[in-house]
């Protein structure tokens, strides 16, 4: 079946690091793909999204890019704030359906000052 | 605009016990959806509505969990004979009819521990 994998955590970076964190899928066709943030206390957000292959998202200095060759979708950051603490979703769904969204596990971000 | 409100933001019950969760997703939103996230899991579908459409029930684990929305706009999860590995964060999210990508709006979760 469809599914997301995504770098375990955590990960921990000094403020100004950069910051990759990777995500690759397996599904039969092209889904949309998505990440999504939760900060502490907070509930899931969108943080960016790309539709099709080549397709690249970007949202708060955050970037990724939907590679079909790699089946990949890694999110990158130049540099990271102690404000960009916070759980990273990875996720998938079927291009113009309104059907569920499909998860990796989550990787969790520290930024220390 | 008002985002997606769940109730309780906390439960503690009892093994055995029936609970119910209670979604308001943002006025407007036919769309509707449930996942839990828990540690071992991750965030899991559960079960999905689309309008006066029957309910994509495909993701709930058991025949203990159900799910109702009234007048397609406020929705209730209930776990009958709730177990300890139902304990997770249960998550509502809702989405627009616009028929593109429809980003889902997630509301804050119902932490549900089952002692």
């Known amino acids: 079946g469809d599914s997301v994998t995504q770098m375990e955590g955590p990960v921990t970076l000094s403020e100004e690091a950069c910051l990759t964190i990777?995500?690759?899928?397996?599904?039969?066709?092209?889904?949309?793909l998505f990440w999504y943030v939760q900060y502490p206390g907070e509930g899931l957000q969108l943080l960016l999204k790309?539709?099709?292959?080549?397709d690249k998202g970007s949202n708060k200095g955050f970037e990724a890019t939907y590679r079909k060759e790699t089946t990949s979708f890694h999110l990158e950051k130049g540099s990271v704030q102690v404000s960009d603490s916070a759980v990273y979703f990875c996720a998938l769904k079927w291009r113009g359906s309104q059907g569920n969204l499909i998860f990796g596990k989550g990787t969790k971000l520290s930024v220390k000052p | 605009g008002a985002g997606v409100s769940q109730s309780p933001s906390n439960k503690v019950t009892e093994k055995g016990k029936d609970v119910e969760l209670r979604c308001d997703p943002i006025s407007g939103h036919t769309a509707l959806y449930w996942y839990r996230q828990s540690l071992g899991q991750g965030l899991e579908f559960l079960i999905y509505f689309q309008g006066n459409s029957a309910p994509d029930k495909s993701g709930l684990p058991s025949d203990r969990f159900s799910a109702e929305r009234t007048g397609g706009s406020v929705s209730t999860l209930t776990i009958q004979r709730t177990q300890q590995e139902d304990s997770a964060v249960y998550l509502c999210a809702s989405s627009l009819p616009t028929g593109g990508e429809e980003t889902q709006y997630f509301g804050p979760g119902t932490r549900l521990l089952v002692l």
């Open positions: 990777n995500c690759t899928y397996t599904a039969t066709g092209y889904p949309s």
């Open positions: 790309a539709t099709k292959a080549d």
